[in-house]
Protein backbone atom coordinates (compact mmCIF):
# COMPACT_ATOMS: atom_id res chain seq x y z
CA UNK A 1 0.00 0.00 0.00
CA UNK A 2 1.61 3.57 -1.30
CA UNK A 3 -0.93 5.70 0.66
CA UNK A 4 0.12 8.93 -0.24
CA UNK A 5 3.09 9.85 -2.25
CA UNK A 6 4.46 13.28 -2.96
CA UNK A 7 6.62 14.10 -5.77
CA UNK A 8 9.30 15.36 -5.88
CA UNK A 9 11.21 15.12 -2.51
CA UNK A 10 13.46 17.87 -3.09
CA UNK A 11 13.81 20.85 -5.48
CA UNK A 12 15.45 24.10 -5.45
CA UNK A 13 13.91 26.69 -7.40
CA UNK A 14 15.33 30.30 -8.47
CA UNK A 15 12.90 33.12 -7.52
CA UNK A 16 10.38 33.48 -10.68
CA UNK A 17 10.72 30.24 -11.67
CA UNK A 18 7.29 27.53 -11.44
CA UNK A 19 6.67 24.30 -10.45
CA UNK A 20 4.25 21.82 -9.86
CA UNK A 21 4.16 19.33 -6.94
CA UNK A 22 2.08 16.44 -7.18
CA UNK A 23 0.76 14.09 -4.83
CA UNK A 24 -1.19 10.92 -5.19
CA UNK A 25 -2.98 8.78 -3.07
CA UNK A 26 -4.35 5.15 -4.03
CA UNK A 27 -6.91 4.86 -0.71
CA UNK A 28 -9.93 6.57 -2.59
CA UNK A 29 -10.39 9.35 -0.02
CA UNK A 30 -12.31 12.20 -1.00
CA UNK A 31 -10.70 15.13 0.55
CA UNK A 32 -7.46 16.17 -0.16
CA UNK A 33 -5.02 18.88 1.34
CA UNK A 34 -1.83 20.76 1.00
CA UNK A 35 0.09 22.31 4.02
CA UNK A 36 3.01 23.64 4.55
CA UNK A 37 5.18 23.70 7.73
CA UNK A 38 7.64 26.29 8.64
CA UNK A 39 9.63 26.80 11.81
CA UNK A 40 7.77 26.97 14.63
CA UNK A 41 5.00 27.91 13.12
CA UNK A 42 3.04 24.41 12.61
CA UNK A 43 1.12 23.43 9.63
CA UNK A 44 -0.69 25.67 8.04
CA UNK A 45 -3.74 24.87 5.34
CA UNK A 46 -2.76 25.96 2.18
CA UNK A 47 -5.44 24.77 -0.23
CA UNK A 48 -7.87 21.59 0.24
CA UNK A 49 -10.12 19.88 -1.97
CA UNK A 50 -13.71 17.88 -0.58
CA UNK A 51 -13.88 15.72 -4.22
CA UNK A 52 -12.86 15.76 -7.91
CA UNK A 53 -13.00 18.81 -9.60
CA UNK A 54 -13.52 21.00 -6.44
CA UNK A 55 -10.82 22.98 -4.47
CA UNK A 56 -10.90 25.52 -1.85
CA UNK A 57 -8.72 28.13 -0.12
CA UNK A 58 -7.24 27.54 3.21
CA UNK A 59 -5.19 29.76 5.26
CA UNK A 60 -2.23 30.58 3.63
CA UNK A 61 -3.65 30.16 -0.03
CA UNK A 62 -1.44 33.43 -2.13
CA UNK A 63 0.61 32.35 -4.42
CA UNK A 64 -0.45 29.17 -5.36
CA UNK A 65 -2.68 27.07 -7.48
CA UNK A 66 -4.45 23.97 -7.07
CA UNK A 67 -6.00 21.32 -9.38
CA UNK A 68 -7.79 18.47 -8.99
CA UNK A 69 -8.76 16.85 -12.07
CA UNK A 70 -8.71 13.01 -10.95
CA UNK A 71 -9.19 11.83 -7.27
CA UNK A 72 -6.77 10.18 -7.31
CA UNK A 73 -4.37 13.68 -7.45
CA UNK A 74 -4.17 17.12 -6.03
CA UNK A 75 -1.49 19.31 -7.60
CA UNK A 76 -0.10 22.24 -5.91
CA UNK A 77 2.10 25.24 -8.31
CA UNK A 78 3.86 27.84 -7.57
CA UNK A 79 3.48 30.42 -10.56
CA UNK A 80 6.43 32.72 -9.51
CA UNK A 81 8.29 30.98 -6.85
CA UNK A 82 9.79 33.48 -3.87
CA UNK A 83 11.96 32.92 -1.24
CA UNK A 84 8.95 32.96 1.13
CA UNK A 85 8.26 30.25 -0.51
CA UNK A 86 10.85 27.88 0.90
CA UNK A 87 9.18 25.01 3.33
CA UNK A 88 8.43 21.78 3.65
CA UNK A 89 5.15 21.20 1.91
CA UNK A 90 3.13 18.07 3.21
CA UNK A 91 -0.35 16.39 1.12
CA UNK A 92 -3.09 14.47 3.15
CA UNK A 93 -5.56 12.50 2.18
CA UNK A 94 -9.08 11.30 4.06
CA UNK A 95 -11.88 9.43 3.60
CA UNK A 96 -14.14 12.25 5.14
CA UNK A 97 -12.70 15.36 7.01
CA UNK A 98 -10.44 14.97 9.73
CA UNK A 99 -10.42 11.46 10.73
CA UNK A 100 -7.79 9.10 9.27
CA UNK A 101 -5.88 11.83 7.71
CA UNK A 102 -2.95 10.18 5.94
CA UNK A 103 0.71 12.23 5.20
CA UNK A 104 2.92 11.87 2.09
CA UNK A 105 6.42 12.11 3.47
CA UNK A 106 6.84 15.92 2.32
CA UNK A 107 8.86 18.02 -0.24
CA UNK A 108 11.18 20.44 0.82
CA UNK A 109 11.15 23.22 -1.41
CA UNK A 110 14.31 25.51 -1.42
CA UNK A 111 13.74 29.24 -3.61
CA UNK A 112 16.75 31.14 -3.85
CA UNK B 1 -12.72 30.64 15.61
CA UNK B 2 -10.83 27.75 16.50
CA UNK B 3 -7.47 27.16 17.61
CA UNK B 4 -4.97 25.09 19.05
CA UNK B 5 -2.22 26.01 21.60
CA UNK B 6 0.34 23.28 22.66
CA UNK B 7 3.24 24.08 25.10
CA UNK B 8 6.52 25.72 23.66
CA UNK B 9 8.90 24.04 22.81
CA UNK B 10 11.63 22.06 22.56
CA UNK B 11 11.50 19.78 25.44
CA UNK B 12 14.47 17.48 26.80
CA UNK B 13 14.01 14.73 28.86
CA UNK B 14 16.22 12.11 29.94
CA UNK B 15 14.99 8.00 28.96
CA UNK B 16 12.63 6.88 31.15
CA UNK B 17 11.36 10.20 32.40
CA UNK B 18 7.93 11.50 32.93
CA UNK B 19 6.44 13.18 29.71
CA UNK B 20 3.55 15.97 29.45
CA UNK B 21 3.28 17.81 26.79
CA UNK B 22 0.27 20.81 27.35
CA UNK B 23 -2.55 21.33 24.39
CA UNK B 24 -5.67 23.58 24.97
CA UNK B 25 -7.90 24.40 22.23
CA UNK B 26 -10.85 27.16 21.53
CA UNK B 27 -13.64 25.79 19.65
CA UNK B 28 -17.08 27.32 18.35
CA UNK B 29 -18.64 24.05 18.17
CA UNK B 30 -17.62 20.34 19.63
CA UNK B 31 -14.56 19.17 18.73
CA UNK B 32 -12.48 16.02 18.35
CA UNK B 33 -9.18 16.10 19.42
CA UNK B 34 -6.53 14.56 17.96
CA UNK B 35 -2.80 14.05 18.62
CA UNK B 36 -0.16 13.30 15.47
CA UNK B 37 3.79 12.42 15.87
CA UNK B 38 6.31 13.81 13.48
CA UNK B 39 9.87 11.68 13.19
CA UNK B 40 12.72 12.83 11.48
CA UNK B 41 12.22 13.28 7.88
CA UNK B 42 8.87 11.92 7.74
CA UNK B 43 5.33 13.30 7.66
CA UNK B 44 2.44 13.25 10.40
CA UNK B 45 0.84 9.95 11.91
CA UNK B 46 -2.10 9.49 14.09
CA UNK B 47 -0.62 8.87 17.48
CA UNK B 48 -3.85 9.01 19.44
CA UNK B 49 -7.81 10.70 19.15
CA UNK B 50 -10.54 11.46 21.17
CA UNK B 51 -13.86 12.50 20.04
CA UNK B 52 -15.87 13.27 22.98
CA UNK B 53 -15.57 14.53 26.66
CA UNK B 54 -13.61 12.29 28.71
CA UNK B 55 -12.41 10.24 26.54
CA UNK B 56 -9.26 8.40 26.67
CA UNK B 57 -6.96 7.93 23.81
CA UNK B 58 -4.14 6.12 24.15
CA UNK B 59 -1.38 4.46 21.97
CA UNK B 60 2.27 2.96 22.26
CA UNK B 61 2.32 4.26 25.96
CA UNK B 62 0.55 7.65 25.06
CA UNK B 63 -2.43 8.83 26.87
CA UNK B 64 -4.43 11.69 26.60
CA UNK B 65 -7.75 12.69 28.25
CA UNK B 66 -10.56 15.14 26.93
CA UNK B 67 -10.68 17.65 29.20
CA UNK B 68 -14.27 19.94 28.07
CA UNK B 69 -14.21 21.72 31.45
CA UNK B 70 -10.49 22.62 31.02
CA UNK B 71 -10.69 23.01 26.70
CA UNK B 72 -7.28 20.76 27.15
CA UNK B 73 -6.09 17.72 26.15
CA UNK B 74 -3.13 16.89 27.18
CA UNK B 75 -0.81 14.08 26.32
CA UNK B 76 1.42 11.84 29.04
CA UNK B 77 3.66 9.14 29.13
CA UNK B 78 4.81 7.81 31.84
CA UNK B 79 8.35 6.60 31.11
CA UNK B 80 9.74 7.62 27.27
CA UNK B 81 12.48 6.43 25.30
CA UNK B 82 14.92 8.22 23.16
CA UNK B 83 12.68 6.53 20.13
CA UNK B 84 10.06 8.89 21.37
CA UNK B 85 11.87 11.83 19.75
CA UNK B 86 9.65 13.41 17.10
CA UNK B 87 7.40 16.69 17.06
CA UNK B 88 4.24 16.34 18.58
CA UNK B 89 1.25 17.98 17.25
CA UNK B 90 -2.46 18.34 18.83
CA UNK B 91 -5.43 19.23 16.54
CA UNK B 92 -9.06 19.61 16.54
CA UNK B 93 -11.49 19.19 14.15
CA UNK B 94 -14.87 20.45 14.74
CA UNK B 95 -18.25 17.84 13.56
CA UNK B 96 -19.62 18.53 10.30
CA UNK B 97 -16.10 20.76 9.51
CA UNK B 98 -14.08 19.08 6.88
CA UNK B 99 -10.17 20.25 7.74
CA UNK B 100 -8.08 20.08 10.88
CA UNK B 101 -6.33 22.70 12.71
CA UNK B 102 -3.06 22.04 14.26
CA UNK B 103 -1.27 23.48 17.35
CA UNK B 104 2.51 24.84 16.34
CA UNK B 105 4.18 21.59 17.25
CA UNK B 106 6.35 20.41 20.37
CA UNK B 107 9.87 19.06 19.85
CA UNK B 108 10.57 16.33 21.92
CA UNK B 109 14.16 15.01 22.37
CA UNK B 110 15.01 12.18 24.59
CA UNK B 111 18.69 11.71 25.65
CA UNK B 112 19.93 8.14 26.87
Known amino acids: NAGVTQTPKFRVLKTGQSMTLLCAQD?????MYWYRQDPGMGLRLIHY???????AKGEVPDGYNVSRLKKQNFLLGLESAAPSQTSVYFC???????????FGSGTRLTVV | GNSVTQMEGPVTLSEEAFLTINCTYT??????LFWYVQYPGEGLQLLLKATKADDKGSNKGFEATYRKETTSFHLEKGSVQVSDSAVYFCALIIQGAQKLVFGQGTRLTINP
Open chain 2, 27 to 32: ATGYPS
Open chain 1, 49 to 55: SVGEGTT
Open chain 1, 92 to 102: ASSSFGGFGYT
Open chain 1, 27 to 31: MNHEY
